[in-house]
């Protein structure tokens, strides 16, 4: 495998509404974030993943952009967002933006024009059907509840909405819309910026039959995604992007690829296609998703957590590269998901931490998993602003459910879990906003915060900063493959990962009670060296046969023979 930065890189993503507000009105911004770039370089991490701040009526919280080149007025100016590049690139950090362009805003200049009438110049850049029967023209669903189709009286024509009625689908198959995206796309990276994370990137070719799922029968919404999910132009798309613009410049792309299998990954980041540096795919985040989607909630086992973790290790090795992440702006918490934000709050985290930095990939760390911030549970649906979450409980009210169980499964489930502000002190508001926030923060501020993190030299933020160390200082941790041992124990995830000489163990607890490791003969080495773990650990124990402690996580450089 070829070596290239990227690879080398932790990644660590801000969520700029929810970071640090600057100027007391409630909402994070970038003078906040300029005033926290000296943590982040604490941290160590060397890429930032910044979430939309682009001009948007946020209906989705910057996901919906009305003008892809001017700033949102909540978040500042175009200057201000120059001296967070500046300032990221004079501590030696990089930037990558988000890049939103299977839809807009539907008040978007593009979208203003086009639904004046059949014949207007932008018309084609959204996806318009007649209505069938006095309905939708299909039965497709939306992401965010109830039908994928709006009705505009104007022309009396429905255009196409994957997401919220307010993020029209752009329309690909129109080449001058490709050109004003590639346009757009050069004027960022004339700018400096280092790259771009693609907002569900494979769903921008659609089958253009539109075909219904079911016979019409039912009258409901079904998922289309067979008919959107690499469509039947996705990679052509792509390779004319990458053409036209990435390969122009030293830059990282990792693109948002739902219901990715990694066979189908291997065809957006192989190494010789042209297209992407890396997908997030969603088959780890769907372990605990029952047959009626996310809010059917089941219980995870760590068999199915392992195996895709390894399908995805094995399947895309020597191929292309993985992207590493147990949590984002869209996911529960990984520490309350995966862990135990209880009695095992810090060995967890350095636990699940360990895992995610010493797998072959990129890691990418989410604003305070670095603290070990969990999920929230608000007494009331109002305290909520998600509009999934809100779309959905309103739904599901209207069908009957049982309140109880809906808010249940808000709360291991909803995307407001990773959004409450970041806890950066045990002062008012968690020290994020002088002002009232624009969603509560979570109480347990006044014990998660970073500066009692960056006090305690055990904590969590300490163990990450090792973590990220031990990635720059041995690169194993980075290019080595990977084997999985001890495969059929529900209990511990152990592996090994080999780069000529050297070989590195990861052997972790995944629950509270104690467990035993046992190392197969076939791994064989001369020296070992104690790279990392959570718990102490005597130089002279033996790694044949170790007795985990709870949520115990060890990580040993071996050398010699193997
Ligand atoms: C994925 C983004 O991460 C999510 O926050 C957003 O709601 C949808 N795409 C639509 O843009």
């Given at each position: 495998m070829n070596?290239?930065?990227?690879?080398?890189?932790?990644?660590?993503?801000?969520y700029?509404?929810?970071?640090?507000d600057?100027?007391?009105?409630?909402?994070?911004?970038?003078?906040?974030?300029?005033?926290?770039?000296?943590?982040?370089?604490?941290?160590?991490?060397?890429v930032?993943?910044l979430?939309?701040?682009?001009?948007?009526?946020?209906d989705?919280?910057g996901?919906d952009?009305?003008?892809?080149q001017?700033i949102m007025?909540?978040?500042?100016?175009?200057a201000?967002w120059?001296?967070?590049?500046?300032?990221?690139?004079?501590?030696?950090?990089?930037?990558?933006?988000?890049?939103?362009?299977n839809?807009?805003?539907d008040?978007?200049a593009?979208?203003?024009?086009?639904?004046?009438?059949k014949?207007?110049?932008?018309?084609?850049?959204?996806i318009?059907?007649?209505?069938q029967?006095?309905?939708?023209?299909?039965?497709?669903g939306?992401?965010?509840?109830?039908?994928a189709?709006?009705?505009?009286?104007?022309?009396?024509?429905?255009?196409l909405?994957?997401?919220?009625k307010?993020?029209p689908?752009?329309?690909?198959e129109?080449q001058d819309?490709?050109?004003?995206?590639?346009?757009?796309?050069?004027?960022?990276?004339?700018?400096?910026?280092d790259?771009?994370?693609?907002?569900?990137?494979n769903l921008?070719?659609k089958?253009?039959?539109?075909?219904?799922?079911?016979?019409?029968?039912?009258?409901?919404y079904?998922?289309?995604g067979?008919?959107?999910?690499?469509?039947?132009?996705?990679?052509?798309?792509?390779?004319?992007?990458?053409?036209?613009v990435l390969s122009?410049?030293?830059?990282?792309?990792?693109?948002?690829?739902?219901?990715?299998?990694?066979?189908?990954?291997a065809?957006?980041?192989g190494?010789?296609?042209n297209?992407?540096?890396?997908?997030?795919?969603?088959?780890?985040?769907?372990?605990?998703?029952?047959?009626?989607?996310?809010?059917?909630v089941?219980?995870?086992?760590l068999?199915?957590?392992?195996?895709?973790?390894?399908?995805?290790q094995?399947?895309?090795?020597?191929k292309?590269?993985?992207?590493?992440?147990?949590?984002n702006?869209?996911?529960?918490?990984?520490l309350?998901?995966?862990?135990?934000?209880?009695t095992?709050?810090k060995?967890?985290?350095?636990?699940?931490?360990?895992?995610l930095?010493?797998l072959?990939?990129?890691?990418?760390?989410?604003?305070?998993?670095?603290?070990?911030?969990t999920?929230?549970?608000?007494?009331s649906?109002?305290?909520?602003?998600?509009?999934?979450?809100?779309?959905?409980?309103?739904?599901?009210?209207?069908?009957?459910?049982?309140?109880?169980?809906i808010?249940?499964?808000i709360?291991?489930?909803?995307?407001?879990?990773?959004?409450?502000?970041?806890?950066?002190?045990?002062?008012?508001?968690?020290?994020?906003?002088?002002?009232s926030p624009?969603?509560a923060?979570n109480?347990?501020?006044?014990?998660?915060?970073?500066?009692?993190?960056?006090?305690?030299?055990?904590?969590?933020?300490?163990?990450?900063k090792?973590l990220?160390r031990?990635?720059?200082?041995?690169?194993?941790?980075?290019?080595?493959?990977?084997?999985?041992?001890?495969?059929d124990?529900?209990h511990?995830?152990?592996?090994?990962?080999?780069?000529?000489?050297?070989?590195?163990l990861?052997?972790?607890?995944?629950?509270?009670t104690?467990?035993?490791?046992?190392?197969?003969e076939?791994v064989?080495?001369?020296t070992k060296?104690?790279?990392?773990?959570?718990?102490?650990?005597?130089?002279d124990?033996?790694?044949?046969q170790?007795a985990?402690?709870?949520?115990?996580?060890?990580?040993?450089?071996?050398?010699?023979i193997h």
């Amino acid at each position: 495998m070829n070596k290239i930065w990227w690879k080398e890189s932790v990644v660590y993503q801000i969520y700029p509404r929810s970071f640090m507000d600057s100027n007391g009105d409630g909402i994070g911004d970038i003078q906040g974030i300029i005033s926290k770039l000296d943590y982040l370089k604490e941290l160590g991490v060397d890429v930032i993943w910044l979430c939309p701040v682009y001009e948007s009526p946020n209906d989705d919280n910057g996901y919906d952009i009305s003008n892809y080149q001017t700033i949102m007025d909540d978040f500042g100016t175009l200057a201000d967002w120059e001296a967070l590049l500046d300032g990221l690139h004079g501590r030696g950090m990089k930037l990558i933006m988000d890049l939103v362009v299977n839809h807009s805003s539907d008040e978007h200049a593009w979208f203003a024009e086009a639904k004046t009438s059949k014949d207007n110049r932008y018309r084609d850049y959204y996806i318009w059907r007649p209505g069938q029967g006095g309905r939708e023209p299909n039965d497709w669903g939306s992401f965010f509840s109830g039908s994928a189709w709006q009705y505009e009286e104007q022309t009396d024509e429905y255009y196409l909405h994957l997401f919220s009625k307010k993020q029209p689908d752009l329309n690909w198959e129109n080449q001058d819309l490709r050109q004003e995206i590639y346009k757009m796309m050069t004027w960022w990276l004339d700018k400096g910026i280092d790259g771009f994370r693609m907002d569900v990137i494979n769903l921008i070719s659609k089958d253009q039959e539109l075909p219904s799922v079911g016979d019409g029968s039912s009258g409901s919404y079904h998922f289309g995604g067979q008919y959107f999910m690499n469509g039947p132009r996705v990679h052509e798309y792509l390779q004319e992007m990458n053409r036209e613009v990435l390969s122009k410049y030293d830059i990282m792309t990792v693109g948002e690829a739902i219901g990715v299998t990694p066979e189908d990954a291997a065809l957006y980041v192989g190494e010789d296609r042209n297209e992407l540096n890396m997908v997030f795919h969603f088959e780890l985040m769907d372990v605990d998703s029952g047959p009626g989607g996310k809010w059917d909630v089941k219980p995870w086992n760590l068999a199915d957590f392992k195996r895709i973790i390894s399908k995805w290790q094995t399947g895309l090795h020597g191929k292309g590269w993985n992207s590493l992440y147990l949590n984002n702006h869209d996911q529960p918490r990984m520490l309350s998901r995966f862990g135990n934000d209880s009695t095992y709050h810090k060995q967890s985290a350095k636990m699940l931490g360990t895992l995610l930095h010493t797998l072959q990939g990129t890691p990418y760390i989410y604003q305070g998993e670095e603290l070990g911030m969990t999920n929230v549970q608000f007494n009331s649906i109002l305290e909520y602003k998600d509009i999934e979450t809100l779309n959905m409980y309103n739904e599901y009210i209207a069908a009957g459910h049982d309140e109880q169980v809906i808010m249940k499964s808000i709360y291991s489930k909803g995307r407001d879990n990773g959004r409450t502000p970041m806890q950066w002190n045990d002062g008012p508001h968690a020290g994020f906003t002088t002002g009232s926030p624009w969603i509560a923060v979570n109480p347990n501020y006044t014990t998660i915060n970073a500066e009692q993190a960056l006090n305690d030299p055990d904590s969590i933020f300490h163990y990450y900063k090792k973590l990220i160390r031990l990635r720059k200082e041995h690169n194993v941790t980075v290019y080595a493959d990977y084997r999985p041992l001890m495969e059929d124990d529900h209990h511990v995830f152990a592996y090994v990962r080999t780069l000529g000489n050297e070989q590195l163990l990861v052997v972790l607890n995944f629950f509270e009670t104690p467990a035993d490791f046992t190392l197969e003969e076939s791994v064989q080495y001369e020296t070992k060296q104690l790279l990392i773990s959570n718990y102490e650990v005597a130089d002279d124990d033996d790694i044949r046969q170790i007795a985990l402690r709870p949520y115990e996580a060890r990580v040993y450089k071996l050398h010699g023979i193997h």
